[in-house]
């Protein structure tokens, strides 16, 4: 048993567990007044109290202790200390580690010096370092010590490595030995002298991101990392300052899989996302129809904003941004939508030299119905800046799903189709249409899509087509979170509601037709289609991985 797995369990849960525990080690032990439980010391500091009040409810006398104490206890010659010699217990359970130093004291006793439990021990050469600042902190140091006697149940070679001292190890006790310890057992506890240790603490990241040196390309996003250390799960916090280590060693490398993955920790990504990219020329609405996808007017629709670079956007539970430029890293924090919209601006578009960013990262608290979704928004094609169709060319492999947008005044464009034409070879079970701009055109939705479908080669015949008018969508989306008051969508004449036969616009249009306003935009049709889609594409994609495995 161990704090690491009681710790994943509910409260009640918890309390059942210890409780069954106990009624088990009672039944099944010698009847005696006491009974004691070796327990690790990460489980006795953070759940010692549970088990005593539920000791007492069944009326049960028992005593808490570690295994080291019951170490320290054992009358062995080996454990017998001379003058030049350091004495060490360590101990390792589930996800843990406690280790105490010891001398020679007056009568043969072991006296007791430095203690600490660290939890979430995985890696020897972290536990050594702990460990020899310890030994540091001893009052004769470490300097003045020959030999250092070493009891563990198991091997810590390469962590005992370090010291310079000569080091003898020995076989930790078994039942048969701890038998023999029966009314030899302390009477004062030793819990005084244990001090928990966590290597992954936010202390030791903090300090080691400090080393970096300055002007570092890990350094921005290393610090956001570390704002948000708290969500962090213990994973993570591991290959960070894991990570971080090896950066300070190696200052002038910088390991591409370590930024990839402070990346994925930063923006709180989660495993399972499909790449849904939007592909469509300037100007076309590519960035009004993603905006209602995502619910938030993040992207600007301002046509004389290019988008310059490739935004990969996610669900997260803050509003993040980071900017990938030449193998470096700008990750930001934002507490509201505006400052990271205004920040996402002035550094994507070309007119503010946005041409210098490699791609843009972005992740914000939209519907978990895009849980399992990354939507890609590309340059426009056929700019005034020619490199921008290559951009676009470049991440057409990594997409998932290839959302082509067309304009309703421009189907069947020559340029545009040879584009599609290259997009889709081999993809096509991987591609759709959308005729955006329909609040335009609400009654030519079949003529449209019939003269899409003729424009097409017979290889995409099949390919689903569906008409959205992204502005309806957005505004009724913003409208019904209160970010638009319905007094503006009031005076929009483009804005309306249509209900069967009847319209509603002006001072007619209430709350209330909203929701029939974004059904009737075509864009949660288009959704539960992308959704029904990936959903089959992630269950695809982890039977093949399953498959590979087995």
Known sequence: MDSVLLAGLSGRLRRRVISEFLVWAAANT?????RFFVLPMTLIREYGVLFKELAQEIELNI??????ELLMQANDEHIALGDGELGLFIYESYESAEAIFVSHGEEGRLTPMKALFSPYVKHSGLFARILE???ERLPQGTSSVKLLKVWSNRSWDEALSRFKAEVTSFKALTAERLNRLKGKLPEERLDTLFRRHDLFAQESAERLSARLPEGHPLASLVYETIRAYDTLSFEQREFLIIGLQQAVANAAEIDESYRQGLMKIFLQKKGGKLKVGVVSPFSYGKS???NAFLGFSLLKDDIRAETANITHITRGHRY????????SSVARVFDSL???RQFLHEHTSVREHGDGIDRVHAALPMSEL???????DTPGLFGRHAHHDKITDQVIPELDLILFLIDPKKVGHSHYGEKIYKYSQGRESRCLFVIGKMDLYPDDAEKLTEDLRASLPDRLQSVPIFTVSGYLALMARLAQKGVVPLEQLQKDQYIYAQIGEQIYSGRTLTKEHLPAMLDFSGLTRLERYIRSKTKHMLERRRQDELNHIL
């Open 338 to 340: 505006e400052p990271m």
């Open 320 to 327: 993040t941004l980071m900017l990938e430029q030449n193998q």
């Open 30 to 34: 010698a009847n005696s007044e006491v």
């Open 370 to 376: 895009n849980e399992h979704i990354e939507w890609v």
């Open 288 to 290: 009004t129809l993603l």
């Open 133 to 135: 600042m310890l030994a």
């Open 63 to 68: 005593r808490l202790i570690t295994y080291l």
